[in-house]
């Protein structure tokens, strides 16, 4: 007995012509912009963060709006003289606007805290500053019809060296 039928693309195209349509992927064209500033990423809010109005130190001044694109990715973007890092874990917040409440907001693996890991040999390196590779899966987030974003240091980056500068950088997609 036969599980399935094999139907040659010519054949399908003809026989569904009047109700078939063309779709084409598309692709939001972002430029990297910084989300979280200097001077934050070096501090960690708390080690568990479950309430990120009050836990998220200067939560109100860390909230970056993004309407664009369905999915956010994150990087870091670190001093390129550090060494002995230790990475940090970060967590993302939404919501629709500030009459909502924040909810968790997952990653393409399902996660809410994530580990952006820094490769001193492999990093995009300019010379001064170095880039995380982003991620295709834990590194990005899909947005759940949020607009206002927030992110929460659980652990902070740490080096030896100047690590006061980092900045995460977010790109709509």
């Not at 001044?61 to 990087?75: A, K, P």
């Not at 952006?116 to 990093?123: G, S």
Request: aromatic share 6%; with cysteine; net charge negative.
């Amino acid at each position: 007995m036969a599980l399935a039928t094999t139907i040659t693309l010519a054949s399908a195209v003809g026989s569904h012509l009047g109700s078939s349509q063309i779709i084409r992927p598309s692709q939001i064209a972002s430029a990297w912009y910084t989300a979280v500033p200097a001077g934050v990423l070096n501090a960690q809010d708390a080690a568990t963060i479950t309430a990120p109005a009050t836990e998220i130190v200067g939560a109100v001044n860390r909230i970056f709006v993004s309407e664009n694109g369905t999915l956010l990715r994150l990087r870091v973007k670190y001093d390129a003289g550090i060494s002995a890092v230790t990475d940090p874990i970060l967590r993302l917040f939404g919501r629709l606007n500030s009459s909502d409440s924040w909810q968790s907001v997952q990653n393409q693996d399902e996660q809410t805290a994530i580990t952006v890991t820094t490769d001193l040999t492999n990093d995009v390196s300019d010379g001064t500053w170095n880039w995380t590779l982003a991620d295709l899966n834990a590194h990005t987030f899909d947005k759940d019809g949020c607009q206002e974003f927030l992110i929460g240091i659980q652990t902070a980056l740490a080096a030896t060296g100047t690590v006061s500068t980092a900045t995460i950088e977010i790109k709509e997609l």
